[in-house]
Nanobody, 117 residues
Framework: QVQLVESGGGLVQPGGSLRLSCAAS????????MAWYRQAPGKEREGVAT???????NYADSVKGRFTISRDSAKNTVSLQMNSLKPEDTAAYYC???????????WGQGTQVTVSS
């Protein structure tokens, strides 16, 4: 069992930056592909960025060039650096982990990001 705990959300003005972090419990971090999803009110949850256990990253078109996902295996954490934030980035952001070679998927409780002047 893996528990994910997000932190770092908050209120920021358009054009500003925030950094989200997600800490994973347990000792299988090396077998986890990690991802960030987001869900805005009235919309479906969407993938924002993923990073494999080998460090390969992919991004949704809407955040390419503005967001960066990274992972720290020594700390069992994954981070999402968000720059040039826009009002449309406002959403609850969720950390996700998928255990390689299994169907097991884990979710964090979410952290709110609000971009507003």
């Amino acid at each position: 069992q893996v528990q994910l705990v997000e932190s770092g959300g908050g209120l920021v003005q358009p054009g500003g930056s925030l950094r989200l972090s997600c800490a994973a419990s347990g000792n299988i971090f090396s077998r986890l592909s990690m991802a960030w999803y987001r869900q805005a009110p009235g919309k479906e949850r969407e993938g924002v960025a993923t990073i494999t256990s080998g460090g390969n990253a992919n991004y949704a078109d809407s955040v390419k060039g503005r967001f960066t996902i990274s992972r720290d295996s020594a700390k069992n954490t994954v981070s999402l650096q968000m720059n040039s934030l826009k009002p449309e980035d406002t959403a609850a952001y969720y950390c996700n982990a998928h255990e390689r070679f299994t169907t097991r998927t884990y979710w964090g409780q979410g952290t709110q990001v609000t971009v507003s002047s």
